[in-house]
């Protein structure tokens, strides 16, 4: 029976993460650092703690991690001032279904709370949740299933009793160690075939999701 759905944010609910990419490249040329394409694909998914770790492993203490940080979160809030959220096919038509349903729901990204409340906020879909789990809340960072498995305490629920929704690598691996259902939701990454093992579903969108909890509910 699923009773609570915890979603990813940034390139699952929200089509940010190709910005999220431009804009770290961005910040970096701001501050006089090339950061290659390849490390920038790796901070989907991570928490700040972990990016700023691999950021300073790599570039020395000299590199001001906050500063850089800054100009990315500034370079995107201003891009969504003028241009809007960009919200993925699907995202207002499930949160509905699942208010309806009295399914509970969580926000649990590994995006920097200022920025994440921000883009709920702009979005106008803030109110359709019951509690939002950000990086800074949890030790770990994903692919380590801290953050959803807080998400599910923070509902009052088993991990069992909830479903995630994910779209990135180190998002499918923390959602499978978490140990409930998780449904990849493909995005700009590609998810390796040896990741997928053992996930509950992969769809297209977040239109095919609703079906399924349907289909999961209706067979208990």
Not at 3 to 16: A, C, E, P, Q
Not at 60 to 88: C, H, R, W
Not at 148 to 168: N, Q, R, T, Y
Request: proline share 4%; net charge negative.
């Amino acid at each position: 029976m699923i009773k609570g759905v915890i979603f990813d944010m940034d390139g699952l609910m929200f089509d940010t993460e190709r910005l999220s990419f431009r804009f770290w490249k961005q910040a970096g040329e701001k501050i006089g650092y090339e950061i290659p394409e390849e490390m920038v694909e790796g901070f989907r998914g991570r928490n700040r703690a972990s990016i700023g770790k691999e950021i300073l492993d790599i570039y020395g203490s000299e590199f001001d991690f906050d500063l850089f940080e800054k100009y990315k979160t500034q370079a995107q809030i201003q891009y969504m001032e003028e241009n809007g959220v960009p919200i993925k096919p699907g995202l207002l038509v499930l949160l509905e279904y699942l208010k309806e349903k009295q399914i509970k729901m969580a926000v649990a990204t590994s995006t920097n709370q200022e920025l994440a409340d921000w883009m709920l906020e702009m979005a106008q879909v803030s109110a359709y949740f019951d509690t939002f789990v950000y990086g800074n809340r949890v030790e770990r960072s994903k692919p380590n299933p801290d953050i959803f498995l807080k998400a599910a305490e923070e509902l009052h629920l088993p991990m069992e009793e909830c479903l995630v929704l994910e779209d990135s690598i180190a998002g499918v691996e923390a959602g499978k160690r978490a140990g409930g259902y998780i449904i990849h939701i493909p995005d700009i990454i590609v998810v390796p075939e040896e990741v997928k093992v053992g996930i509950t579903a992969e769809m297209e969108s977040l239109e095919e999701v609703i079906s399924w909890i349907e289909h999961a509910n209706q067979s208990v």
